[in-house]
């Protein structure tokens, strides 16, 4: 049992890995768009009530408070709800946080297969609901390495204090 619980708990984890999306300037990005930085991934949607922009203000504030260091952080926010978060709803969202943030969409098949690979859970509230809908979805920042390799993910829970002390260790 121990041997099976020690490579079990060795393993990488089995998160991330190739997509290809727009951003809210209408360019296409992937996974090696930003090969050179750490990246935040969080998921959500521009109609979110309440979480996604509280996740989102969360980010925010931790990349002001790193100042000069947030350049090698690419923070990028994909959204679970294609239908209605276009190009032209991401790039007016875009102006509400901080402006190194890319958002991204895609077409529902898209995002699905980028929500998969983050293990990412997203549902319409009201199937029967076409325009006013909410989505149900996980709320975790994934912190991935400029190689894109998985190394933390933060809770809704998370302060922007705590963000900045990971990445003051993690930048050592």
């Known amino acids: 049992y121990e041997q099976s ?3 079990y708990l060795n393993r990488p984890a089995l ?4 997509y290809s999306l727009l951003d809210h300037n209408g360019a296409q990005v992937t996974d090696k768009s930003f090969s050179d930085k750490f990246k935040i991934i969080y998921f959500g949607y521009t109609f979110c009530p309440d979480v996604c922009p509280t996740g989102m203000g ?3 504030q931790a ?3 790193l100042g000069n260091k947030a350049q ?3 923070p990028i926010f994909i959204t679970v709800d294609p239908k209605r978060d276009n190009v032209e709803i991401m790039a007016e969202y875009h102006s509400h946080f901080h402006s190194s943030f890319s958002n991204l ?4 098949e898209q995002i699905k297969h980028v929500a998969k690979l983050y293990r990412v859970y997203y549902k319409k509230s009201d199937p029967s609901d076409t325009e006013n809908y909410l989505m149900d979805h996980s709320s975790i920042m994934y912190v991935m390495s400029p190689k894109g390799e998985y190394i933390n993910h933060f809770g809704p829970e998370i302060t922007p204090e705590r963000i900045v002390a990971f990445f003051d260790r993690a930048f050592q």
Not at 15 to 18: D, F, Q, R
Request: hydrophobic fraction near 35%; glycine fraction near 16%; proline fraction near 0%.
């Open 58 to 60: 969360i980010i925010s």
């Open 15 to 18: 998160v991330g890995g190739s």
């Open 5 to 7: 619980k020690n490579n």
């Open 72 to 74: 090698r952080i690419k």
């Open 105 to 108: 969409t895609g077409t529902l």
């Open 63 to 65: 990349l002001d408070l």
